[in-house]
T-cell receptor, first 110, second 115 residues
Framework: EDQVTQSPEALRLQEGESSSLNCSYTVSGLRGLFWYRQDPGKGPEFLFTLYSAGEEKEKERLKATLTKKESFLHITAPKPEDSATYLCAVQPKGYSTLTFGKGTMLLVSP | DAGVIQSPRHEVTEMGQEVTLRCKPISGHDYLFWYRQTMMRGLELLIYFNNNVPIDDSGMPEDRFSAKMPNASFSTLKIQPSEPRDSAVYFC?????????????FGDGTRLSIL
């Protein structure tokens, strides 16, 4: 059974204080690992897809990396508008579905 | 382009009543997914369709839940009869299979409260 575990459950940062969110996964063959951002009262918004170990993707202050067992979402010099819940999901090979982790709730204080 | 549209945004009803949630996927997308999100269990897949055909409904919790997709631009998720434990946020998502690893695009959900 595919499993995704995200840590920490919640993270509070000061503006400008860089940190990383972790996504550990077990899957029988990885087709893709997805990162989403979810704001309160909204649906998840797509950020990145990573396909193979060693791959990295960047968007503004966010950088996602992938190994064979986990993915990290690095947040550099965060701003209050980066506050959201960040969700990680895996898609197994041969499947169209995603298995999501429970997310990390990030709060960035000014 | 318009995103995934869900209605209603909020629904409050009494136990035992029938509830119908609606979803309009992104035009041209051939996959449609229904999810349920709770604090305890996170985001769980209920059922998904490909080209309007249900492919996997193993995530549907009970026979009280049913979903249909009569055409490419509309889907419903129905709960009958509803129970308090069905209270959650229900999301619809769509994607385009022809593009490799095309991400799922989500609507803003329906917050359902069963009293």
């Amino acid at each position: 059974e595919d499993q995704v575990t995200q840590s920490p459950e919640a993270l509070r940062l000061q503006e400008g204080e860089s940190s990383s969110l972790n996504c550990s996964y077990t899957v029988s063959g990885l087709r893709g690992l997805f990162w989403y951002r979810q704001d309160p009262g909204k649906g998840p918004e797509f950020l990145f897809t990573l396909y193979s170990a060693g791959e990295e993707k960047e968007k503004e202050r966010l950088k996602a990396t992938l190994t064979k067992k986990e993915s990290f979402l690095h947040i550099t010099a965060p701003k209050p508008e980066d506050s959201a819940t960040y969700l990680c999901a895996v898609q197994p090979k041969g499947y169209s579905t995603l298995t999501f982790g429970k997310g990390t709730m990030l709060l960035v204080s000014p | 382009d318009a995103g995934v549209i869900q209605s209603p945004r909020h629904e409050v009803t009494e136990m035992g009543q029938e509830v119908t949630l609606r979803c309009k996927p992104i035009s041209g997308h051939d996959y449609l997914f229904w999810y349920r999100q709770t604090m305890m269990r996170g985001l769980e897949l209920l059922i998904y369709f490909n080209n309007n055909v249900p492919i996997d409904d193993s995530g549907m919790p009970e026979d009280r839940f049913s979903a249909k997709m009569p055409n490419a631009s509309f889907s419903t998720l129905k709960i009958q009869p509803s129970e308090p434990r069905d209270s959650a946020v229900y999301f619809c998502a769509s994607s385009l299979a022809r593009v490799r690893n095309q991400p799922q695009h989500f609507g803003d959900g329906t917050r359902l409260s069963i009293l």
